[in-house]
């Protein structure tokens, strides 16, 4: 049994060029480990999904998948790290998941700032090198099934939680401001500190002010109403047409992609695998032309199979009529990566 586990996730003889390699089977196979490792967490099994963990972090499967996520699912793929690498050819996709393991030092991360949203302020990001990425991603398919049976992430936000902790903000803020000026009456203090920006009485900073501001209260914050997780269900109990169905149901996914999952099922129409909770799904215009963007001519794809479909069709159609990708490939690095993968 065991040499047969092996022979599966290790099967370094896969002779065959990058766009041949069977993903189907790769996700179902990674998927199975995944949902062994939820099972034997939620029945208390712990040496067993241990013993999974560490299968699967050896995975020849595993790190073809964690390799394909980090170069072409991930939004930040183009991002260069200390390495000065910003993205991956099809033949050094290949050269990263041969040595993949876990057995060596983190490599440094290179430091630049961003802007803050909605300020001018900057904050500090990290950027690892892609083979950094590429353990991440592998150690995170190993735990994630494991912390997803340990954890529940049903919370729930209401209105009368923003008005209490309103009210508790009100308390220390009132009793800083006496510690502040205890020798001032509270008529002083209050208008010293709340005033009326608008109809409410806020704590802010005066009116004539250059720079006046307030602090905004919970209650100004708008609530977002996530739709609750049925049950004990989790993304590894293997009901894929329930967490599809939530992609369409979920605040920050817009009408027009909702409607094609509802339409598809939940499948993606390329691969025909259900869409995970956290893949990245696009839209594509079926004939290539974006002029169209008709419902009959829009499809929703996983993120790689939106490449390889534009790699497939965008050779034959017209200029104009192609949909564009940035992980399109040449012609010349394609012939490159099958010389590659032939020749191992």
Known sequence: MRQRQCAKTQGQSLMVARQDIPWKKIHRHV???QKRM???TQQGRVSIARKLQKLLVKSWYARLLAVRRISQDNRGKHTAGIDGVQSLTPAERWRLVKPLRLDSKATPLRRTWIPKRGSAEKRPLGMPTQHARARQTLVRQALEPAWEAKLSPRTSVSQAVCERLDFLTWEKLRSWAHRRHPNKSTAWVMQRYWHRPDARLTFATAPTDANA??????SEVAITRHVKVAGNCSPYDGDWVYWS?????????GTRLAKLLHQQRGRCPHCGLFFHHDDRIEIDHISGDRGDSRYANLQALHGHCHDVKTREHGDYRPRGMRDKHQDTEERSARKRARSDWEQR
């Open 31 to 33: 998927f199975r480990l």
């Open 38 to 40: 939820y099972r034997a």
């Open 213 to 218: 501001g307030h602090l905004r209260t919970h």
């Open 245 to 253: 169905t939530r992609h369409g149901q979920y605040p920050h996914v």
